[in-house]
């Protein structure tokens, strides 16, 4: 049996853990720095993480939403393993990629030759259509569906319901708004709400 260790406590690392159940991984334990967290659905949670002590072979996940925070923990764990998590009931091409770290929830579609990431998030029924290009940390939300040919840079979160017409790029550390239609290239850190898509500021200069 598969043993995948998993960091962070939160609501998605709930869906990570029952993916992980699905597919007869066991979970030997759960960290998380928040000393608030106790448990995690039944595993309870250790801490503080220690990657000195972290078996040699083993795998981890990083089951933290937020794009910048998993980034920051990615890098200071350069040694450990990481594992993907991908529903049963999600339909993945066999000719895209998957990064490690990733993961792939129920009802996600991903058409052929789309290359994915380190630790990405594809949320409950998005849609990555042919060719897409999704950078490391990239969150896509539930029910979002990105057209083919679509680029999206490090660390963008593409908000739910948000739609991405073919061939656009997206830029690093973007943020799509909830059920924004992209219809024209978004630069850098810009975040983009509305149908058509418009920037209505940075988070970054």
């Known amino acids: 049996m598969n043993k995948v260790y998993l960091y962070g406590a939160s609501g998605h690392g709930k869906v990570v853990a029952e993916i992980l159940e699905k597919n007869n991984s066991s979970i030997p334990a759960v960290f998380d720095d928040n000393p608030a967290g106790t448990h995690l659905l039944d595993y309870p949670v250790q801490r503080p993480f220690a990657p000195d ?12 939403g937020n794009n910048s925070i998993r980034k920051k923990i990615a890098q200071q764990l ?7 998590a991908v529903h049963p009931a999600a339909s993945i091409s066999a000719r895209s990629s998957i990064g490690a770290g990733t993961v792939i929830m129920a009802g ?3 058409n052929s030759s789309v290359a ?5 998030i594809l949320n409950t029924n998005c849609s ?8 490391d940390f990239v969150h896509i939300s539930p029910n979002a569906a990105l057209a083919g040919n679509v680029k999206v840079g490090e660390g963008t979160h593409v908000g739910i319901g948000a739609c991405v017409i073919q061939g656009m790029n997206i830029g690093s550390w973007a943020i799509i708004g909830a059920g924004t239609v992209v219809i024209t290239d978004v630069p850098d850190h810009a975040v983009v709400v509305g149908n058509p898509g418009k920037i209505i500021r940075y988070t970054k200069k």
């Open 53 to 64: 002590s972290f078996p040699g072979d083993a795998q981890l996940i990083i089951t933290i």
């Open 78 to 84: 350069s040694g450990v393993q990481f594992a993907t």
């Open 108 to 110: 996600v579609s991903v």
């Open 116 to 120: 994915m990431g380190q630790h990405v």
């Open 128 to 135: 990555v259509d042919h060719d897409c290009e999704l950078g």
